[in-house]
């Protein structure tokens, strides 16, 4: 298998697995990598099945084709996320959601997106453009939602500071 279709049939074991069967912490410890990668960079790959070397994705497809026949595989559907992981659950979900709606994406379905840091926000949206996920339009229309969303945030916590400062 081509190592194109091998990240494109992983994103859909992914894709389905996370959205039907278990969380990305219960994937990633049934895939047993805690001592092989971090997790951090395991939801990256998650995202772009591509940054894995290519014997590497064989060999978690491979595991994840055949993870209904594994006894094993039960006790980690149901696996609680660590709260220090939920976040990243999240924007892997949202990530997948805008590879494949495009650009149909309604981007107020983003909000753990726009809710991380300007460096993060963009590293995502770089690799979504840079992979043609998405056209420069869409990028302009989540970037404005972004700073928008940022400003908004920002003006809360500007307004909730005069507060408490007004109380003293």
């Given at each position: 298998?081509s190592?194109?279709?091998?990240?494109?049939e992983?994103?859909s074991e992914?894709?389905g697995?996370?959205h039907?069967?278990a969380?990305?912490?219960?994937?990633y410890c049934?895939?047993?990598l805690e001592?092989?990668i971090?997790f951090?960079?395991?939801?990256?790959?998650?995202?772009?099945?591509d940054?894995?070397?290519e014997s590497?994705?064989e060999?978690?497809?491979h595991?994840?084709r055949?993870?209904?026949?594994d006894p094993?595989?039960?006790?980690?559907?149901?696996?609680?996320?660590?709260?220090?992981?939920?976040?990243y659950?999240?924007?892997?979900?949202e990530?997948m959601?805008l590879?494949?709606?495009?650009?149909?994406?309604?981007?107020?379905?983003?909000?753990y997106?726009f809710?991380l840091?300007p460096h993060s926000?963009?590293a995502?949206?770089?690799q979504l453009?840079e992979?043609g996920?998405l056209s420069?339009?869409t990028?302009?229309q989540?970037t404005?939602f972004?700073?928008?969303?940022r400003?908004e945030?920002?003006g809360?916590s500007l307004?909730n500071?005069?507060?408490?400062?007004?109380?003293f």
């Amino acid at each position: 298998m081509s190592s194109i279709n091998l990240s494109a049939e992983l994103e859909s074991e992914y894709w389905g697995i996370l959205h039907f069967e278990a969380n990305l912490w219960g994937l990633y410890c049934y895939l047993d990598l805690e001592t092989e990668i971090d997790f951090s960079f395991f939801a990256d790959c998650v995202c772009f099945p591509d940054k894995m070397p290519e014997s590497f994705q064989e060999e978690i497809y491979h595991r994840l084709r055949n993870r209904l026949k594994d006894p094993s595989y039960d006790k980690y559907s149901g696996i609680p996320i660590p709260n220090e992981y939920v976040l990243y659950e999240a924007i892997v979900k949202e990530v997948m959601y805008l590879k494949i709606m495009k650009q149909e994406t309604n981007i107020e379905q983003l909000p753990y997106l726009f809710s991380l840091p300007p460096h993060s926000f963009f590293a995502f949206i770089t690799q979504l453009v840079e992979r043609g996920y998405l056209s420069s339009m869409t990028v302009v229309q989540i970037t404005a939602f972004y700073f928008d969303k940022r400003s908004e945030l920002e003006g809360d916590s500007l307004e909730n500071n005069d507060e408490k400062d007004s109380e003293f």
